[in-house]
Every structure is written in structure tokens, then in C-alpha cells.
């Protein structure tokens, strides 16, 4: 008899999520990573004191992950970020951000009339009255919400905020307005320690349901079952009733290559952002905590002021710009245009700064919804057909959720669909 059940490939967000539900389905479980550490892009690292994410990261509460981790007993603390209180960017002035009835009020970004029209617009997108066809792009959804162009652009912004997507010419206009109705009608927590607490506790939580965790295990690739055979890079062949790849659609084809034939597989087009975080000794304005850039898309958040990642008295600011797919600027221009809106909220930043990290296209989501083919019901399945006791999850996977979301929902489906069959 094999030792295990159902092998999960990819440590990240949602191989734990996997391997803890396909655990708790039951199962005997095994996860392998590549490398020497868990967590993939939800890893944290801590430099003199200052909790570096692999870019700036939210929990959607009540969303899938946010489910999840509860389900799974994975207690985390944090706070809600008063983004009410920011800025919006625009032609380098900083206007009241309109996320609030105050804010849209005062704001002096939009004319009266569209302060109007930005109200009922969103109104209607919380209450689902809006209607975007699924072939239709991001660009051309906001098109046909309003013909205010600043309108458009403040949309556009938000769109970005919330999905972290740039692509307004291929992206599906239907699943990004989604995700910005999901920001509108939930609140998002910055966490204590970064999100490599989380990490902490689905490894936990994986432990203590009985998996096996292995890290610094490659596999080199996947051949069919029953029983499925994952071969490591150094030979080693391992057996179980069923796989479940947790990695990106890249790598997934290369272990199974017979995914390629798949929709959805092959042709994809990833969202990345630059990232700049910065570790200040302390913060040279207290009541500039977020901007969003409307002309520019540009990011900008002290994640510190709402959660427990810099010293005592210290602050951990964030800044990123939205990449269109493609677009690879210069590294020295990024950083300038980084620092340079910085300077807009906290100027006199760089004589307090004490630590930085750079990532100049951080992935996001490895495969953006594409209006053009068919967006989110375009994604592949969980459970891969003819192949009997092969599963895929991850931010590319399923027909809902973005982001870590997408990952969660596909990770748990996942694992208690492995552990159905292991038993059967």
C-alpha cells in the first residue's frame, strides 16, 4: 500500500490550503516544494525588525481565503486600514480620496455633477444593478458606465486597487468590476507580522491534521495514474492515489505536459506590479497614510499604521506601480517614480529610511481573465478531465475569486475532491 494518499505539488497559499482540507477529508497527505521555504509569494521576510511581504498584501474578509483559514482554525490579527482618510493623485496634487460620502463630497478631483454620477455608479455596482457583457474589456465597461473621462479614470484606479490588474484593453471588464464590488461592500485587514504569520498557521494547521511537509523537494515530473507517480529531481519516485499540482500553469504543464491541451493553459498573460517597500525610523507625516494615482498607476500605503510590521515608533510604507502585461521599464526609472511618490505624502521619507526592498515585477496573478477569451469561465477546472486523480489549483483556477481568493477556493475544492477519490 502507498504511504499517501494524494501528493500536493506547491507549497504557496493554495497547495496548504490543499493539503489541510484534503487532510481533513481524511486523506494521508504529502506536499512538496521546491523551495527551501513555505509560503511562495506569501512569504515574509524580516529585516532588522521590518516585516518585508513579497509586495503589498490585504485579506478580503469574508472572502474565500478569509473563510478558509477560519475553517481551518488559523487565528490572525490585524486591523482595517483607513483608506477613507487618503488621496487621490492626480496631475501630482493630492485630492480627499472619494471612498467615503465625506470624502466624495469634499473632494476637489470631480465636478459636482460627477460627484453625482460617482455616487449612483456606486450604488449600483454594490447592488449588482450594472450590467457588463462577458466579451466586453475593462476599458470598454467603463465606457459604458459613464462618459465622464475622470469618472472613467477614478474607476480605472479603483479597479486597479482592488484587483491589481493594469490591462484595461484585454482585461474582462465583468470579472474586474466584480472584484471592485467586492472592495466596495468588504473591508480588508493588513496583518500582524505580514502575511508569513499566515504561512505559520496553515503550516500548523497542516501538521496537526497529519500532512507531511517537505521543503527543498523539486519534482521533476508527473506521470499518470492510478497509482500517480511524482518523480523528485534526484530520482526518487513517489506514489499516491492522487496529485494535485498547486503551481502556476507554466510549471504545471512542464510536470504533466499533457495539460497543455487544456483551455486556459497555455497563452497566458500574467498581472505584475513593481514594488517598493521602504522601513522608515519613523514616518515624517502621521495623517498621509494612502494615495492611489489616477493619472498614473501608482500605489502607495504605510501598512505599518494599521498593522504590527516595524518596530516600536517605526513605520513600513508601501509603493507599486500596476505593470501592463509586457511592459518592462527601466529598473532606475521604477525606482525613481516610486520614490518620487512617496514624496508626495511623506516628504523628508529619506532621512529616516533604514531598510528597502525592491521587486521590479512582482507576479500577481498568473494568468489574467481575458475578455477576449471568455474571461473567467475561460479558467480551467479543478478536476482535470481523463485524468483520473489529477487536480489543479491556484489564482488561474476555477470560474470565481482573484488573487489569493481564487487560490484559497481552488486550493480547498481541490483537496476535498482528492480525498473523495483517494477514498473511492
Not at 190 to 216: F, N, P, Q
Request: aromatic fraction near 6%; charge should be neutral.
Amino acid at each position: 500500500m502507498d504511504p499517501f494518499d494524494v501528493i500536493v505539488v506547491g507549497g504557496g497559499v493554495a497547495g496548504l490550503i490543499a493539503a489541510a482540507f484534503a487532510s481533513m477529508g481524511g486523506a494521508r497527505v504529502l506536499l512538496l516544494e521546491a523551495s527551501p521555504a513555505l509560503g511562495g509569494r506569501a512569504r515574509t521576510r524580516i529585516v532588522s525588525g521590518y516585516h518585508f511581504n513579497q509586495g503589498a498584501h490585504a485579506l478580503y474578509r469574508g472572502g474565500f481565503l478569509d473563510n478558509a483559514l477560519q475553517d481551518l482554525g488559523v487565528d490572525l490579527t490585524g486591523n482595517v486600514p483607513a483608506l477613507a482618510a487618503g488621496f487621490f493623485v492626480n496631475d501630482n496634487k493630492l485630492h480627499h480620496a472619494p471612498f467615503s460620502a465625506a470624502g466624495l463630497a469634499s473632494t476637489m478631483l470631480l465636478s459636482e455633477a460627477e460627484k453625482s454620477e460617482m455616487a449612483l455608479l456606486f450604488r449600483r455596482l454594490r447592488d449588482r444593478s450594472t450590467e457588463t457583457p462577458p466579451g466586453m474589456s475593462s476599458q470598454d465597461a467603463l465606457a459604458a458606465l459613464s462618459r465622464s473621462s475622470r469618472v472613467r479614470s477614478v474607476l480605472a484606479a479603483m479597479v486597479r486597487l482592488t484587483s491589481l490588474v493594469h490591462a484595461p484593453k484585454a482585461a474582462q471588464g465583468l470579472a474586474l468590476l466584480d472584484q471592485l464590488r467586492g472592495g466596495l461592500t468588504r473591508n480588508v485587514l493588513y496583518l500582524d507580522g505580514g502575511w508569513g504569520t499566515m504561512i505559520d498557521g496553515l503550516t500548523a494547521a497542516c501538521v496537526k491534521l497529519g500532512a507531511c511537509l517537505r521543503s527543498s523537494c523539486r519534482v521533476a515530473f508527473v506521470e499518470h495514474g492510478p497509482p500517480w507517480r511524482a518523480t523528485l529531481a534526484d530520482g526518487t519516485a513517489l506514489t499516491a492515489r492522487a496529485v494535485i499540482l498547486a503551481v502556476n500553469p507554466a510549471r504545471a504543464t512542464v510536470l504533466y505536459p499533457v495539460l497543455k491541451d487544456l483551455d486556459g493553459m497555455t497563452d497566458t498573460v500574467p498581472a505584475k506590479v513593481a514594488c517598493l517597500d521602504i522601513g522608515l525610523a519613523s514616518l515624517p507625516r502621521s495623517d498621509s497614510l494612502f494615495a492611489l494615482g489616477v493619472d498614473r498607476p501608482l500605489y502607495f500605503s504605510v501598512h505599518s499604521a494599521a498593522a504590527r510590521l516595524a518596530p516600536e515608533g517605526a513605520a513600513l510604507v508601501h509603493a507599486m506601480r500596476y505593470l501592463e502585461p509586457g511592459e518592462k521599464p527601466d529598473r532606475g526609472q521604477l525606482i525613481a517614480e516610486l520614490e518620487e511618490f512617496i514624496d508626495l505624502t511623506q516628504p523628508g521619507w529619506r532621512d529616516h529610511e533604514r531598510a528597502r526592498q525592491f521587486l521590479p515585477a512582482m507576479p500577481v496573478i498568473c494568468s489574467i481573465p481575458l475578455a477576449a477569451r471568455g474571461g473567467m469561465n475561460r479558467r480551467p477546472g479543478v478536476v482535470v478531465q481523463n485524468a483520473e486523480g489529477l487536480f489543479i489549483s491556484g489564482d488561474w483556477v476555477g470560474s470565481v475569486g482573484l488573487l489569493a481568493d481564487a487560490a484559497a477556493v481552488t486550493g480547498r475544492s481541490a483537496g476535498e475532491a482528492a480525498a473523495l477519490f483517494a477514498r473511492h
